[in-house]
């Protein structure tokens, strides 16, 4: 008795519900070009929906994340980006033991700064070559910084959640990549 030929070519189905999505999903990533990957984060980010960001902790300078309302909260609770997964000890420590500290780092390259001699634009620190860009000197500097925290984050994910978020995100993420002119 011969194999079943077509059966080898036909995509593994689980009975489980869920298993099928994902494979339905990962059928659909194998699809997505660096290109449309590009537009997916433009649009999300773009579309000013959410609440969630990538920032440099001004605790050890690596980068960290937080998504939704008390997420932002609790890691910009000093008025400086620590989030509370980084785990540098007692939060409540490593809150006083930076205020007490005159270094900081960079938004956007990330090398260390003086708090008393850096620009201050928002709740961001900038070295002097990043304050120098025009785009960061504007009078509301905080918002190329927000959305640069904000492509951080939404570069992290992964394709699957790309196609996830744009599908949730719906018109905004089409709104926000249709070109005006």
């Not at 579309?47 to 440099?56: D, P, Q, R």
Request: with cysteine; proline share 3%.
């Amino acid at each position: 008795m011969q194999p079943d030929e077509s059966a080898a070519t036909e995509p593994m189905r689980s009975r489980c519900y869920r298993c099928a999505m994902e494979v339905i999903l990962l059928e659909q990533v194998s699809a997505i070009t660096s290109d449309e990957r590009e537009r997916l984060i433009l649009g999300i980010v773009a579309s000013k929906s959410g609440i969630y960001g990538c920032e440099v902790c001004q605790y050890c300078g690596r980068l960290g994340t937080f998504s939704g309302w008390a997420g932002a909260i609790g890691s910009h609770r000093s008025g400086e980006f620590v989030p509370s997964w980084h785990r540098h000890g007692n939060h409540g420590e490593s809150l006083k033991r930076l205020a007490e500290s005159d270094r900081r780092f960079c938004e956007v390259c990330r090398t260390k700064v003086s708090r008393s001699d850096t620009y201050r634009a928002g709740s961001h620190w900038l070295c002097d070559v990043c304050a120098a860009d025009p785009k960061n000197r504007d009078e509301d500097a905080a918002s190329p910084l927000q959305n640069l925290n904000r492509r951080r984050y939404v570069e992290a994910r992964s394709d699957v959640e790309l196609l996830a978020w744009a599908k949730s995100a719906g018109e905004a993420v089409r709104d926000a990549q249709t070109p005006t002119g």
